[in-house]
């Protein structure tokens, strides 16, 4: 099994919670060995160069940020 | 497997086709309130109910249609801006033209209040100035494409251009007086002692067109799916007031009149908050019932540029003196802008 480490980068908004539902549905849907972490410090998320939250950090690359996609389109960035 | 000539070909007369459809649905939308009001329920002409059952079904399609329309267009136009690249644009600039970006910028740069907290580290640790960022902070939230839109559809192009341009001279003047006043140091100690974050954000590949609608399409969905229920609660109100409300009745309260009108319209709008859409029928109702334009344009800016959930955010990264001088200047702005407007309209 593939291993992905997931990070949501926000401050516990409603869009942020969205984000990691769809982002733990479309893990376990793809069968991946995934952790789900979330990063709701803004020093932390201004440290990854993200100044719009909701945001996507897949084995520490920003794939996606201030959208909530839904599982099926997240799966594309979770690969 | 269809060339791509004729590809676009279909495409484009598919959105003409998709305009003109929308246009002709548009356009009967006032006949239909009043065929739904006078006709199938029977109320009478002239009298209260009829009034604002008429008011009611013909805006709520009215407005939604154009929300569709524009939250749409702007959603494709913020595809093309980043937060990442106005900060590029506004870093190291000198103030007075730093403040004119900043607030021109704020209108198209993709904003949600919960990430004003990182945008705003972001920006003040890698050299823009202070009140270049309040400049940014001000528009952004202000001069509203929803906002726009509704008074376009509801008032015309002169509201709208009227709206838009002093919500940005708001947006420049406040944030330059801000930045005059040298106040950094009551920003939170720490937010300037947080090293700035990489250059880039990994995300900035070119979209195609077709991305680019995706974006639009979803914009719609998130924000016209998200304020229906506002928008509809404030036709409702609106068509109470344009039913059951005597005409000129507001013009004693809220009239050209009443010196007083101005501040208590900014005092009231302040800490109350509304998204733009569910706000724009009431001004409608108002101004219909006499309530003099710069009062009325007032309220709505306190009501929606300064919002109680965003100071509150805010509140993380910046001392409560800096907060009050913000909510401050921005009210003392609102408040110039209704009195030249109420002494010159």
């Known amino acids: 099994m593939e291993s992905r480490l997931i990070e949501i980068l926000g401050s516990g908004c409603a869009k942020c919670e969205m984000l990691a539902k769809h982002a733990e549905q479309a893990a376990q849907e793809l069968g991946l060995d995934y952790a789900i972490i979330k990063v709701k410090d803004p020093v932390a998320i201004v440290r990854r160069g993200v100044m719009q939250t909701p945001a996507l950090v897949v084995d520490g690359r920003v794939k996606l940020q201030g959208r909530v996609l839904t599982a099926e389109h997240l799966k594309e960035y979770l690969r | 497997m269809v060339p791509e000539p004729s590809r676009r070909v279909l495409y484009a007369t598919g959105a003409l086709l998709g305009v003109a459809a929308w246009w002709l649905v548009y356009r009967s939308l006032e006949p239909f309130g009043q065929w739904l009001a006078y006709r199938i329920l029977g109320l ?93 902070l001000i528009s952004a939230p202000m001069v509203n494409e929803i906002a726009l839109v509704l008074l376009f559809g509801l008032f015309g192009w002169k509201v709208a251009a009227l709206y838009m341009g002093t919500g940005l001279l708001i947006a420049i003047v406040a944030g330059w007086i801000i930045g005059r006043l040298k106040l950094e140091r009551w920003v939170e100690p720490w937010v300037y002692a947080t090293a700035g974050g990489p250059a880039t954000a990994g995300t900035d590949a070119p979209l195609t067109w077709g991305e680019r609608a995706e ?44 010196w007083w009108s101005v501040p208590l319209a900014v005092l009231l709008g302040v800490p109350m908050y509304s998204n733009a859409a569910g706000i ?38 910046l001392t409560i003196p800096l907060i009050a001088t913000f909510v401050g200047v921005v009210a003392a702005g609102i408040l110039v802008v209704g009195y030249v407007f109420n002494l010159v309209l």
């Not at chain 2, 949600?112 to 890698?126: D, H, Q």
């Not at chain 2, 509809?232 to 007031?241: E, N, Q, T, Y």
């Not at chain 2, 009062?295 to 100071?311: N, R, W």
């Open chain 2, 44 to 136: 009478g002409r002239g009298s209260r109910a009829g009034s604002a059952v008429a008011f009611f079904a013909f805006e709520t399609p009215k407005v939604l249609m154009l929300l569709a329309v524009v939250v749409f267009g702007v959603g494709v136009v913020r595809s093309f801006f980043t937060p990442e690249r106005t900060r590029a644009v506004l870093a190291g600039r000198r103030e007075s033209v730093g403040n004119v970006l900043a607030a021109l910028l704020g209108v198209v740069t993709p904003f949600c209040s919960c990430s004003a907290v990182p945008l705003f580290i972001g920006f003040v640790t890698t050299g823009v100035p202070l009140g270049v960022t309040f400049s940014f």
């Open chain 2, 280 to 317: 724009i029928p009431i001004v409608q109702a108002l101004l219909e019932k006499g309530a003099a334009l710069g009062t009325v344009l007032a309220f709505m800016m306190s009501v929606i540029g300064l919002s109680l959930p965003e100071t509150i955010i805010l509140r993380k990264v």
């Open chain 2, 215 to 258: 974006l639009g399409r979803e914009a719609v969905r998130d924000i016209v799916g998200k304020v229906w229920p506002y928008v509809l609660g404030g036709i409702a109100v609106g068509a109470a007031i344009h039913g059951y409300v005597p005409q000129d009745f507001m013009a004693g309260i809220m009239g050209k009149g009443a």
